[in-house]
């Protein structure tokens, strides 16, 4: 058994899940629609530019979720998975985790999007096993903090090598990780078979350099 790694936004998905739950959140008039809209998308450029300062996101992004209730959240996040992630799953992105499924890999999303968002479409996708952002809770709410080490850039390093100590049958010398972003640079060093999948333009320099396949899950099938 081998470790298939996925990155999960704008990789198995054609969207950014992160950025379209802030989106869901303002048309549901949960947050102040022009301020959290301006803010959520200056972020998404500050992702996409490798210039993300995380910290300050996540206190953004996770308030919302300490200002309702479990249940009210989780009737959100049933009308945002049919409504903005069905239409992105990415057909061929299921092909290709069921290809690692019939060789018996084990299927693990990375992602720098918090669990509450990310949980349900991991579900969705049958993978074996998730690490994402944990978001506080206390006494069944969520805090708006964030809990332990971000899984983002170098973090997400961090955290597959701290679940790997739980998983010692599974290595990075003998698994794959697929992604879209420059900021995975870090992870997809560690592999042995990184794959650029649909990159950004600074990611695709350095696949094209460094020798690394370079996939579409968007292309049209032959």
Request: glycine share 6%; charged share 30%.
């Amino acid at each position: 058994m081998s470790l298939a790694i996925f990155d999960l936004d704008n990789t198995l998905l054609s969207c950014d899940s992160d950025h379209a739950w802030g989106e869901f959140m303002v048309e549901q008039g949960a947050v102040d629609g022009e301020a959290y809209r301006r803010a959520n998308d200056q972020y998404l450029r500050d992702y996409r530019a490798g210039e993300l300062d995380i910290m300050a996101y996540l206190s953004m992004a996770l308030k919302p979720l300490s200002e309702h209730s479990e249940e009210q959240l989780n009737a959100w996040h049933q009308q945002f998975m049919a409504g903005k992630i069905e239409p992105h799953v990415l057909p061929q992105g299921e092909e290709l985790l069921a290809w690692h499924r019939q060789r018996g890999d084990f299927l693990l999303i990375v992602t720098a999007t918090n669990r509450f968002i990310t949980g349900p479409i991991a579900r969705r996708l049958g993978v074996d096993d998730l690490i994402a952002i944990e978001p506080e809770r206390e006494n069944g709410r969520y805090t708006g903090r964030v809990e332990g080490i971000p899984s983002y850039r170098e973090g997400k390093v961090t955290r597959v090598r701290e679940w790997l100590e739980e998983h010692p049958t599974l290595a990075l010398d003998d698994a794959w990780f697929y992604s879209d972003s420059i900021n995975d640079r870090y992870l997809l060093e560690e592999v042995a078979t990184p794959v650029a999948v649909d990159p950004d333009e600074e990611l695709e320099k350095l696949a094209r350099a460094r020798g690394w396949r370079v996939l579409s899950l968007r292309a049209p099938s032959a």
